[in-house]
């Protein structure tokens, strides 16, 4: 892996050039991401990002992906929990508004601002979009999941989150 990341990139101009980028940061510089763990994070969030022109549709394109380990805290039964998240990046840039309301629907708009962006800050960024919004054990692994011999105030909880059950199955799947 290529330790030597630039610290600010200007996207536009790597697509027009076609670069690729792909390295990792710990966990531990990304204080935005670190404000919604359960834990101190050891991990790393690991990433893979492309910048291109694409020649049917003539978008300049970011397509990528990232990786981690995420520690969250399960909200059924508030344990620690790990989280493994894989986020995909799909963007085109666009300059404004207009322009990133015509975008073909499988593309996120990243409106240029025409000034370097820390590439730091653009991972996190993503990180943030993909991390899920409840973070739930499986329920074979949660102690406080439709368990009979379950204490009062465990069923509580259960009940206050079961709006989000539904929820669960999109969140945990990868
Ligand atoms: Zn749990």
Redesign the pocket.
């Known amino acids: 892996m290529p330790s030597e990341l630039p610290e600010t990139i200007d996207p536009m101009r790597l697509a027009k050039t076609g670069k690729e980028l792909s390295g990792s940061y710990d966990l531990h510089q990304l204080l935005r991401v670190n404000a919604l763990l359960g834990a101190d994070p050891d991990g790393q969030v690991s990433f893979r990002l492309k910048f291109f022109r694409d020649d049917e549709s003539r978008l300049f394109c970011i397509i990528g992906r990232l990786e981690a380990m995420l520690p969250l805290v ?1 909200q ?4 620690p ?1 790990q989280h493994q998240l894989g986020g995909i990046v799909n963007m085109a840039i666009v300059s404004d508004e207009a322009e990133a309301e015509s975008l073909p629907a499988q593309f996120e708009p990243y409106i240029e601002s025409g000034l370097p962006v820390k590439l730091q800050d653009f991972v996190e960024d993503e990180l943030l979009l993909a991390m899920p919004l409840v973070s ?2 499986e329920e074979k ?5 439709d368990n009979p011999t379950e204490n009062k105030s465990g069923r509580e909880r259960i009940a206050k989150v079961n709006p989000f059950a539904e929820l669960k199955n999109l969140k945990l799947r990868k």
Do not use: G
């Not at 059924?76 to 344990?79: A, I, N």
């Not at 692994?141 to 999941?145: E, M, R, S």
């Open positions: 399960c059924r039964c508030l344990q929990m739930l054990h692994a949660c102690p406080a999941a």
